[in-house]
């Protein structure tokens, strides 16, 4: 094992020295070139809208579409009034509030049901259980485009048109596959001779659901309570065929279907609102990325 | 101690009620368990799926209850030219979107593979377009393509003078289409590069130590260890992105509603289009329907096309 890990180095270095000095300063050069421009290229253009909406959002109009006299790139005096217009005069808050609402009931109830449903399927280990897991990973590719009719007809006989109720209830249909299958793979990780250990000390079940199970899955609940939550957040089509009033859309939906009116685009608003409305989700984003990324990968790996 | 040692001697002995037995029932724990998902799912997932099938058969509009008429909707679908104009921009917008995400996040991924510094914070910085609502980061774009103000003509225009007049991006047929397509890649890559970083990393150092002893180089390193050690990821991550690319909704609808004159619809905003706004629920549903059979075909393409093979998975897994 030593052997098989020195012998690649040894070759290595053995390269290094009978290559001239010129070779190393142009593998730095070569590494500038094929590494660090590319990533470089990389991050200007996945952020750079992100920029661009926050410069749009501070700028006054008449920099806004003036791009001689004034640096499109900078702004020349920075000014609150889109963030004021959007706060006062709209009803931008109340969106806020609904769509936070929204998304924290509904990340509740779809962790609840699938924290359930995974240790279910993963612990109880009833029979035929591997084929509800396959149900439900089969439930995840069913996509809301198709569904939304359907369940529009089904919202409207229900009599939840038009309240964040609708919602609530609905958007479990992709929550749910995804936290379940989440969590499947976070308890096949937890050791099952600790529940073992438990069950001989004449603990119930649910005794090692909560005491046991629970507590040492905390880190892929907080991972599945924010994808829940990030995409309860950027949910749309649901939003836009199910709420009709204006003071119970989620931001995604009013700042579309609210701010854009008439002919003239209120630029400096409509970006001050995508970008207040994407602040919440990357700051508690921020927050657990460590989690998210590793549980990302992870769910992909299973 | 020699006290509470006796306490939990007698423990034992306590008959537990009822209920905590009834609990600790393996059948009725199982079905108690997964009564919850199960019946959010069923009611709100297996019940629309059917009831959209059903519908996509009857005449519904909105405020009546349809009547049963065959196949009447499809085959008015089939002459519809706005529907096949549909089913070629959704393959087309998959195709193209599709791999330029994979090219593009395969390439990023690599890069990411190295040695860098502030990984984690690179890795942070790159998901953020993932994060953040597609709608809002939608409207940006929509900015950014505007006829008049938009940042692209201007850097070809006034800064490199490559163009002499502003590109219409949203204007016409082509620029739209492929404008869109760029605004999605730009989301998807991503997702992509994280996912395929992470199958990156699970390939074992050893082989690419061996590869180099044996005198390979880079571009073989990658045909022969790199891509087929990766191809099971990359049959799930492609499966699902084909999926959700095929069905997008956000994006079009936010950026161009389907214009100009229609051409940038995709099957899901022509469903919609017609079904919520328009009324026509049957036809809506009808048009989501024919959704489905592409969606089985793409997913079983990358999934047995691509599908794993024993010797990728390491010696005795699987």
């Known amino acids: ?302 | 101690m020699s006290a509470t040692t006796a306490v939990t001697w007698s423990r034992p002995n306590q008959q537990p009620n009822w209920l905590v037995r009834l609990f600790d029932w393996k059948p009725f724990l199982a079905f108690a368990c997964l009564l919850p998902a199960a019946g959010l799912l069923l009611v709100f997932l297996t019940y629309p799926l059917g009831l959209g099938i059903w519908l996509a058969f009857t005449d519904t509009t909105i405020g009546r209850s349809g009547y049963w008429v065959g196949i009447e909707n499809f085959q008015y679908l089939l002459e519809d030219p706005l529907w096949w104009n549909a089913v070629f921009y959704s393959v087309f917008y998959t195709g193209v979107a599709t791999f330029g995400k994979f090219a593009l996040g395969l390439w990023l991924a690599l890069l990411l593979n190295n040695h860098l510094p502030f990984k984690s914070l690179l890795r942070a910085i790159i998901l953020l377009p993932w994060i953040v609502p597609t709608v809002l980061s939608a409207i940006a774009f929509w900015w950014i393509y505007d006829p008049q103000f938009s940042i692209i003509s201007f850097l070809l225009v006034e800064k490199l003078g490559l163009l002499s007049s502003n590109i219409d991006f949203l204007g016409s047929a082509w620029p739209a289409r492929f404008s869109l397509i760029a605004a999605n890649i730009w989301r998807g890559i991503p997702f992509v590069a994280i996912s395929l970083l992470a199958g990156l990393q699970t390939i074992s150092p050893s082989l690419y130590e061996a590869a180099l002893l044996d005198g390979s180089t880079a571009w073989q390193r990658f045909r022969f260890i790199t891509f087929p050690m990766l191809l099971p990821i990359l049959a799930i991550v492609m499966t699902f992105s084909i999926i959700f690319t095929f069905t997008d909704f956000q994006l079009v609808y936010a950026i161009t509603r389907g214009g100009p004159v229609n051409s940038t619809h995709l099957l899901a905003t022509l469903a919609f289009q017609r079904g919520i706004p328009g009324g026509q629920l049957g036809e809506g549903a009808a048009i989501a329907v024919s959704m489905i059979p592409f969606l089985v075909f793409a997913t079983l393409f990358s999934y047995f096309g691509l599908a794993r093979r024993k010797w990728q998975q390491g010696e005795g897994n699987d």
């Open chain 1, 1 to 302: 094992m030593t052997d098989a890990a020195v012998l690649p180095e040894a070759a290595q270095s053995n390269a290094a020295t009978a290559q001239p000095e010129t070779m190393a300063w142009d593998s730095k050069a070569r590494r500038m070139v094929t590494l660090y421009l590319p990533l470089a290229c990389f991050v200007i253009i996945l952020l750079f809208p992100f920029y661009w909406m926050t410069v749009t959002a501070f700028k006054p109009n008449a920099e806004l579409f003036d791009y001689k006299t004034y640096n499109p790139f900078w702004i020349g005096s920075p000014t609150l009034d889109h963030i004021k217009h959007l706060l006062f005069n709209t009803a931008y808050p109340h969106w806020l509030v609904t769509t936070m609402t929204v998304a924290i009931c509904a990340t509740f109830l779809s962790l609840f049901s699938s924290t359930l449903a995974a240790y279910a399927i993963q612990r109880l280990r009833f029979k035929g259980s591997q084929y509800v897991g396959l149900a439900i990973y089969l439930a995840y590719l069913v996509p809301p485009s198709i569904l939304f009719i359907p369940l529009a007809t089904m919202v409207y006989r229900l009599g939840l048109f038009d309240s964040p109720l609708a919602l609530i209830l609905t958007y479990p249909t992709f929550l749910v596959p995804f936290c379940t299958w989440l969590l499947i793979g976070y308890f096949k990780s937890i050791p099952y001779e600790l529940e073992e250990c438990a069950l001989i000390d004449g603990a119930t079940r649910l005794q090692i659901l909560r005491q046991i199970t629970l507590p040492l899955a905390v880190p892929g609940l907080i991972s599945a309570g924010i994808f829940s939550f990030t995409l309860s957040w950027n949910e749309f089509i649901y939003a836009l065929a199910f709420i009709q009033s204006s003071e119970n859309k989620t931001v995604p939906v009013a700042i579309l279907t609210e701010l854009v009116s008439g002919d003239v685009y209120q630029w400096g608003a409509l970006m001050a609102g995508s970008l207040l409305g994407s602040l919440p989700v990357a700051i508690f984003y921020s927050f657990f990325v460590d989690y998210y990324v590793s549980s990302l990968t992870g769910a992909v790996k299973e």
